[in-house]
């Protein structure tokens, strides 16, 4: 009868993870061809198959765990060292392969290949004192002793005879290091908040004010914490997560998602055990199922949507840690939203203090959600929100990006930026806007610091940008776009006296270059996914036609000039053609009467030049341009993105 009861319960496991033990096979296939990152993908989709499957209940709120579901089956933890073993095969990733042997002996504590493999890891990853590690091959042998398997361990035992424990402080490189500066929290003594003339109407807001000279790249304010962050929209509307939900850094191969609603990912148990806290009320929140029933197309265009749903969740969080004082001087405009955005906020508002049903969203979360939700007032919730809207800003993260070229040997690198979460900070939203800031916002994690840009003089005040640039939008279209976001009519000294690019937007000739310019791009983009040369050939032969009309040009030091050697530059180097550092200088050049020596996009193209510069053999000139590239970079950023920093180094060697 037990045997029967056991063949009921196997065969209904099967039935539930047939498409992840497909997955799971597939990637058996891949890893007998050596194809290990492509072996742990598959193992990857195989464990989000599984989890959108499962459907736990529980009993309590006790029992709730966020990385493992209660009931596992037997394939969750061989998809677990499916993927160990892949990892570990990589050879540089022995702490994720670590983490997955972890998980399948919690799944399955008596698996003596689990612990085997574990055992094997904890050697490899060369952290751990030999007697941890002797240990955990022990618990692996008495294992196989129990259970009478007869899994050989000679190969354990080979290698940690031959293991040596290394000192951490001797093997630990600082340019590996995710260091930062030792910087106070709060405002500088340099500067205080005081009384400023505002933009709409002639009347007096705050704002901060220098009371003594500030030199370029000196520190005005830094906040370790912002009062609340959640990832960005442009990471949340992606068809899969790249970023971990809690320290919003790109997730390893390694990564977990959590058990309920596998939307959310993380970088590991601590990641997801500390986003919890939050997470235990927002897993498969209403508004974000109706988030999810959107076609990947409607996301696409209606990025107004995610912003919203992530808002309101946001304001959510803000109000449950308590924080509500933080923000009685902010700012909220709730009469200037216009009226269709204010019926769907309140739409939105409606659903997350909703009370009913929330069991049936929730399962058992929805009992914990529900003292929230009963003492939430609505138009409270509306202001916090709104609040955000106006107050929010953007954490910005870079990756740095290398691709090989002809000849063998030869690489260009360069940094993009991207937007990874979306934070309130009550101390930089006393900053105001200029449209030629002085100085500028970086991110290290969670911590926000702004640095002066330029000399700031005494009594002046410390500017940063919203985001229109004098150097890159006209003014009308500057001040169109801060009334539309931010309700109010810039008057800083660019938009007084029309500080503003070029004109040539009635040039017939111009357009065509420019359209010549985002089509070569677009091809550019096909090609290199397709490793089409001759599309690359097509590419350089649009671009070299639309530059054809730099030298017509009364002033051709415009910022779309440079796009175009930029990209010109790229496709050479794709190419294998000689002499792409000189395209790639004559952008340097164009963004350093654009925006000026110290400006954040000068530093970020000078890494471009100096790897250009490195791969056709000029070394001198690779290093004197990623000298200057350095020297711009810490000035707007001191040690945060220690990347870009770690790859503009190389050069100066």
């Known amino acids: 009868m037990a045997n029967f009861e056991q063949g009921q319960q196997l065969q209904q496991e099967q039935l539930l993870c047939a498409e992840s033990i497909a997955l799971r096979e597939e990637g058996n296939i891949h890893f007998k061809a050596k194809q290990f990152v492509k072996a742990i993908q598959l193992y990857g989709d195989a464990l989000v198959a599984h989890m959108l499957k499962e459907k736990p209940q529980y009993e309590n709120s006790t029992k709730i765990d966020p990385v493992f579901p209660q009931a596992s089956c037997q394939c969750l933890p061989s998809i677990y060292l499916n993927r160990a073993s892949a990892l570990r095969k990589l050879n540089v990733c022995v702490q994720d392969a670590e983490a997955d042997s972890r998980r399948a002996c919690e799944l399955r504590p008596q698996w003596c290949k689990a612990l085997y493999r574990k055992a094997q890891c904890m050697i490899d990853t060369g952290i751990y004192s030999k007697e941890t590690c002797e240990a955990a091959l022990k618990q692996?042998?008495?294992?196989?002793?129990?259970?009478?398997?007869?899994?050989?361990?000679?190969?354990?035992?080979?290698?940690?005879?031959?293991?040596?424990?290394?000192?951490?402080?001797?093997?630990?490189?600082?340019?590996?290091?995710?260091?930062?500066?030792?910087?106070?929290?709060?405002?500088?003594?340099?500067?205080?908040?005081?009384?400023?003339?505002?933009?709409?109407?002639?009347?007096?807001?705050?704002?901060?004010?220098?009371?003594?000279?500030?030199?370029?790249?000196?520190?005005?304010?830094?906040?370790?914490?912002?009062?609340?962050?959640?990832?960005?929209?442009?990471?949340?509307?992606?068809?899969?997560?790249?970023?971990?939900?809690?320290?919003?850094?790109?997730?390893?191969?390694?990564?977990?998602?959590?058990?309920?609603?596998?939307?959310?990912?993380?970088?590991?148990?601590?990641?997801?055990?500390?986003?919890?806290?939050?997470?235990?009320?927002?897993?498969?929140?209403?508004?974000?199922?109706?988030?999810?029933?959107?076609?990947?197309?409607?996301?696409?265009?209606?990025?107004?949507?995610?912003?919203?749903?992530?808002?309101?969740?946001?304001a959510c969080r803000i109000l449950r840690d308590g924080k509500r004082t933080h923000l009685q001087n902010l700012e909220s405009h709730e009469s200037d939203l216009p009226e269709n955005l204010m019926k769907r906020l309140r739409d939105y508002v409606e659903i997350c203090t909703q009370t009913s049903n929330l069991e049936d969203n929730f399962g058992i979360v929805g009992k914990s959600y529900k003292a929230l939700a009963s003492a939430a007032d609505k138009q409270v919730l509306i202001r916090v929100v709104c609040q955000l809207r106006i107050n929010g800003i953007a954490n910005v993260g870079y990756h740095v990006r290398q691709a090989k070229g002809q000849p063998v040997g030869s690489q260009m690198e360069w940094a993009t930026a991207y937007r990874r979460a979306r934070a309130l900070y009550g101390k930089m939203a006393m900053l105001n806007h200029s449209c030629i800031p002085n100085a500028i916002v970086s991110f290290h994690g969670s911590r926000l610091c702004v640095r002066a840009t330029r000399a700031v003089t005494a009594g002046e005040e410390v500017n940063i940008s919203y985001g229109s640039l004098a150097a890159s939008e006209v003014t009308e279209q500057r001040r169109t776009s801060l009334a539309q976001q931010y309700f109010f009519i810039c008057n800083c000294f660019a938009c007084k006296q029309c500080i503003e690019p070029m004109k040539l937007g009635n040039n017939e000739e111009w357009k065509k270059a420019l359209g010549l310019g985002q089509k070569a791009e677009d091809i550019l983009d096909t090609a290199l996914t397709n490793r089409d040369e001759i599309l690359l050939k097509q590419s350089v032969a649009m671009l070299a036609d639309a530059l054809t009309i730099e030298a017509t040009l009364p002033d051709p030091d415009c910022l779309e000039i440079a796009r175009l050697h930029h990209q010109m530059a790229k496709t050479k180097f794709y190419l294998g053609e000689l002499h792409a550092s000189v395209h790639s200088k004559r952008s340097l050049d164009i963004l350093r009467k654009c925006y000026g020596e110290q400006d954040i996009c000068v530093g970020l193209e000078a890494l471009v030049l100096a790897s250009l510069f490195s791969s056709e053999g000029g070394l001198e000139q690779a290093r004197q341009v990623a000298s200057k590239g350095l020297l711009t970079v810490q000035h707007s950023f001191g040690s945060d993105h220690p990347q870009i920093i770690k790859a503009l180094k190389k050069y100066l060697n």
């Open 140 to 314: 692996a042998e008495q294992v196989a002793e129990t259970s009478g398997e007869s899994r050989a361990i000679s190969q354990g035992h080979k290698s940690l005879s031959n293991y040596i424990q290394k000192e951490q402080s001797c093997q630990t490189d600082l340019n590996d290091l995710d260091w930062m500066d030792d910087i106070s929290e709060g405002f500088a003594s340099t500067v205080e908040i005081t009384r400023v003339t505002k933009d709409k109407e002639s009347l007096y807001g705050r704002g901060v004010v220098a009371l003594k000279d500030i030199n370029p790249g000196d520190v005005i304010l830094c906040e370790n914490e912002a009062l609340g962050s959640i990832v960005h929209e442009e990471l949340f509307s992606r068809r899969r997560q790249t970023h971990c939900h809690q320290c919003y850094k790109a997730v390893p191969l390694s990564f977990v998602s959590c058990s309920f609603c596998n939307f959310a990912v993380y970088c590991g148990e601590a990641c997801i055990r500390l986003a919890w806290r939050h997470h235990q009320y927002e897993c498969k929140h209403p508004l974000l199922n109706r988030y999810h029933t959107l076609s990947h197309e409607q996301k696409q265009g209606a990025p107004e949507e995610a912003s919203m749903v992530l808002d309101c969740i946001l």
